[in-house]
């Protein structure tokens, strides 16, 4: 599967952002997609994951209560939902799938990634 993320932006801290990440290809509802970040001189980390069955999403605690993370089948596209958004949460942000039931927070999880969408959090 061949994904691609759009969405990220400028925002001001406590704003929202929705960043979504489309795929092609036939098989989508049998994909796990996860939303990683990197910030620079940091390491990529697992934001958020999802199974195909699209229950029991996972969530760093990071962004626990602040962040959602959704699926469309029919629209082959997995969101992030934003919310009081920080400084800290400035990244290029990027989705992972693979073809799995279940999802991971660790990157080594994931065979196809899309291209990053940077997200600039800052007044």
């Known amino acids: 599967v061949q994904l691609q993320a759009s969405g990220g932006g400028l925002v001001q801290p406590g704003g929202s952002l929705r960043l979504s990440c489309h795929a092609s290809?036939?098989?989508?509802?049998?994909?796990?997609f996860g939303w990683f970040r990197q910030a620079p001189g940091k390491e990529r980390e697992g934001v958020s994951c999802?199974?195909?069955?699209?229950?029991?999403?996972y969530y760093d605690d990071s962004v626990k209560g602040r962040f959602t993370i959704s699926r469309d089948n029919a629209k082959k596209s997995v969101y992030l939902q934003m919310n009081s958004l920080k400084p800290e949460d400035a990244a290029i942000y990027y989705c992972?799938?693979?073809?799995?039931?279940?999802?991971?927070?660790?990157?080594?999880?994931?065979?196809?990634w899309g291209q990053g969408t940077l997200v600039t959090v800052s007044s």
């Open positions: 290809g036939s098989t989508f509802e049998y994909f796990a």
């Open positions: 999802i199974p195909n069955s699209g229950d029991n999403a």
């Open positions: 992972a799938g693979q073809r799995f039931s279940s999802c991971s927070l660790q990157r080594k999880w994931y065979h196809s």
